[in-house]
T-cell receptor, first 113, second 112 residues
Framework: RKEVEQDPGPFNVPEGATVAFNCTYS??????FFWYRQDCRKEPKLLMS???SGNEDGRFTAQLNRASQYISLLIRDSKLSDSATYLC??????????????FGKGTHLIIQP | NAGVTQTPKFQVLKTGQSMTLQCAQD?????MSWYRQDPGMGLRLIHY???????DQGEVPNGYNVSRSTTEDFPLRLLSAAPSQTSVYFC???????????FGPGTRLTVT
């Protein structure tokens, strides 16, 4: 059974702090991993892909741990504008296609001034 | 560049009515999908298409039909609306070389 699990939060974090959250997945054959950001009453948008070697984009760092089957997202120097829901997305299908994507329910992040 | 567009933005239906949610993309993507998002449930796949003329069922297909006559358009039809179909509906598209999904702005549907 496809399953992606996230702590729903909310995570209440002061501005400027560092925050990290994880996402676990059950299918060990999963091939692709992503973090999406969804603002209130808006559509999800890709934040970053997660590569095996880990990757960084400005204040955001994503990492993959295949042995323990989780991915993580670290946000440094958090801004008020980082407040959103962060969706973990896993594609277990190496052949590609929209049918394989599994979305987590999201982690709600609130950055407080 | 419009990306993925959806109409209408909001819709209220009475139980038993039918309607079509429109979705179009201008990125020449082969893959298109319909999701519904409910509180506490996350995004769930309704139907998807891997190219014009090809569609398949996702996780929650009952009560919905789709067709894909062109690469650009992927309409979702509600055959006989039920209150359980009250939700936010997102259409998405992606290329065949990456798995990044581009989402439309969503349609908020209420069935009374």
């Amino acid at each position: 059974r496809k399953e992606v699990e996230q702590d729903p939060g909310p995570f209440n974090v002061p501005e400027g702090a560092t925050v990290a959250f994880n996402c676990t997945y059950s299918n060990s054959a999963s091939q692709s991993f992503f973090w999406y950001r969804q603002d209130c009453r808006k559509e999800p948008k890709l934040l970053m892909s997660v590569y095996s070697s880990g990757n960084e984009d400005g204040r955001f760092t994503a990492q993959l741990n295949r042995a323990s089957q989780y991915i993580s997202l670290l946000i440094r120097d958090s801004k008020l504008s980082d407040s959103a829901t962060y969706l973990c997305v896993v594609n277990p299908d190496s052949g590609g296609g929209a049918d394989g994507l599994t979305f987590g329910k999201g982690t709600h992040l609130i950055i407080q001034p | 560049n419009a990306g993925v567009t959806q109409t209408p933005k909001f819709q209220v239906l009475k139980t038993g009515q039918s309607m079509t949610l429109q979705c179009a993309q201008d990125m020449n993507h082969e893959y298109m999908s319909w999701y519904r998002q409910d509180p506490g449930m996350g995004l769930r796949l309704i139907h998807y298409s891997v190219g014009a003329g090809i569609t398949d069922q996702g996780e929650v297909p009952n009560g919905y039909n789709v067709s894909r006559s062109t690469t650009e358009d992927f309409p979702l039809r509600l055959l006989s609306a039920a209150p359980s179909q009250t939700s936010v509906y997102f259409c998405a598209s992606s290329s065949d070389r990456t798995y990044e999904q581009y989402f439309g702005p969503g349609t908020r549907l209420t069935v009374t």
